[in-house]
């Protein structure tokens, strides 16, 4: 499967060539998966980890809890940038793999919120100091999402850019 960007292939369809190319903000949505998220959610975790190891003291299973955030996490973040590169070469298929990962983050958000009240019942804090941070939470990820799926939907450079945007 060869991307377009490394033939130096030019879009065929009538579309308007001026908005062929990962510019603008499909630029930003892949600097941000590429690199900005992945420093982001390691230093989250650092700070995490340094609160989950002292309240382990007390409450031992915490650690389970790290262990689900960070993993999870940590696989769609990796997922996040294997997305942003096929985007930024233009491969096939790249639209379709974004709105996947959008899928899987919001279905993340929702569940995560969950089960971390599960998992601060299960450690022996109390879950109710949860409410704000995991409602934020879920309505940040709902506005993202959305946001993500409208604009891979209905972008005009998404369009130009890749022929199978709506696959």
Do not use: C
């Not at 650690?63 to 997922?79: A, K, N, P, R, S």
């Amino acid at each position: 499967m060869t991307d377009r960007a490394a033939t130096g292939e030019e879009p065929t369809s009538a579309v308007n060539p001026a908005l062929y190319g990962v510019k603008g903000w499909l630029k930003f949505i892949v600097i941000g998966n590429l690199y900005l998220a992945p420093i982001f959610i390691v230093l989250l975790y650092v700070m995490a980890w340094i609160g989950f190891v002292v309240l382990a003291e007390e409450h031992p299973n915490i650690i389970l809890v790290g262990l689900l955030l960070t993993g999870v996490d940590g696989v769609l973040t990796y997922m996040g940038i294997q997305a942003a590169r096929s985007l930024r070469d233009i491969r096939a298929g790249a639209v379709q793999q974004m709105k996947h990962l959008l899928k899987l983050r919001l279905g993340w958000t929702l569940l995560g919120a969950l089960l971390s009240f599960l998992g601060w019942s299960l450690s022996g804090l109390d879950p109710e100091n949860l409410i704000p941070g995991a409602i934020k939470s879920v309505v940040l990820g709902v506005i993202g999402f959305t946001i993500g799926w409208s604009y891979f939907s209905v972008s005009k450079r998404v369009r130009a850019t890749y022929p199978d945007w709506n696959v």
